[in-house]
């Protein structure tokens, strides 16, 4: 559930950027969309669980700074450098938590309290949502570059979904191998009379 919450705001962009014939101000409204529906999903967090995730304060800055700019010049390179630059920082994020403070892998601080692994394989996954953070970046890019802003717009709604609940599945065959499922006691037998 918290994974389609977070792509509410991308949802509602998508659906008000379809919704216009003229790109521009489809653009526009959208972008006002995206930023209005990022601050009502913070808003929520606070409200429902009384805290904040950094990575939602990130992404609030970044669609706050990147989105006005986008309204403000009408120009959606804004929009896409917005994607990217959030894919990266959180990369530089995962990875500086490797050097930064006890050196513990942010996703480690993140699951340690459903699942245990060895620190190796904390590694191991942290690494991998680096790399998966970098190459979004770079892929989206690459779209932005060589399509047109309406077939952008499709892949910033279904590619990088595509592409989290594809990496998502690889996660989850990963960790499959570290959660350890309760035993399940066997029914009491009644004895032979």
């Not at 700019?69 to 959030?86: D, G, R």
């Not at 191991?124 to 190459?135: R, T, Y």
């Not at 989850?172 to 570290?178: A, I, K, N």
Request: charged residues 15%; hydrophobic residues 55%.
């Amino acid at each position: 559930m918290k994974f389609l919450f977070d792509f509410f705001p991308v949802v509602l962009f998508f659906i008000v950027f379809k919704s216009y014939e003229n790109q521009v101000d489809g653009m526009i409204a959208a972008t006002a969309t995206l930023m209005a529906a990022t601050f009502v999903q913070i808003a929520y967090n606070w409200f429902r669980h009384k805290k904040i995730e950094k990575m939602h304060i990130i992404t609030l800055v970044l669609v706050t700074i990147f989105g006005g700019a986008t309204i403000y010049f009408k120009e959606p390179q804004f929009l896409i450098w917005k994607v990217t630059i959030a894919n990266w920082l959180f990369a530089g994020v995962f990875y500086a938590s490797h050097f930064i403070g006890n050196k513990t892998p942010i996703v480690k601080r993140m699951m340690q309290a459903n699942i245990t692994m060895p620190d190796n394989a904390w590694h191991k996954l942290s690494l991998s949502w680096v790399l998966f953070f970098v190459l979004t970046g770079i892929i989206n890019l690459i779209v932005a570059n060589l399509y047109s802003f309406d077939i952008w717009v499709d892949f910033k709604l279904f590619g990088i979904l595509g592409l989290t609940v594809l990496f998502v599945v690889f996660q989850g065959v990963f960790l499959s191998r570290y959660i350890k499922e309760d035993e399940v006691p066997v029914a009491s037998q009644q004895p032979e009379e």
